[in-house]
C-alpha cells in the first residue's frame, strides 16, 4: 500500500495534480452558484428600488 501512494518516486506531482484537480473542479462548481446568488440579489434589490419609485405600482 506505501508502495501505491510512493507512486515510484513521483508521489509529490501526482497528489499534486490530483489536489490541483479537485480545487478547479470545485471552483467550477462553486463560483457559478455564488455569482448567481450575487446576480438575484442585485436584481432584487433593483426591482424594489423601482417599485419604492413608483406610487402607482
Not at 507512486?7 to 499534486?16: D, L, S, T
Amino acid at each position: 500500500m506505501s508502495e501505491f501512494f510512493h507512486m515510484g518516486g513521483y508521489a509529490f506531482y501526482v497528489w499534486a495534480s490530483y489536489g490541483l484537480a479537485l480545487v478547479l473542479m470545485l471552483w467550477n462548481v462553486i463560483v457559478p452558484i455564488q455569482r448567481k446568488k450575487q446576480q438575484l440579489t442585485r436584481i432584487k434589490r433593483k426591482l424594489r428600488h423601482e417599485q419604492g419609485n413608483n406610487p402607482a405600482a
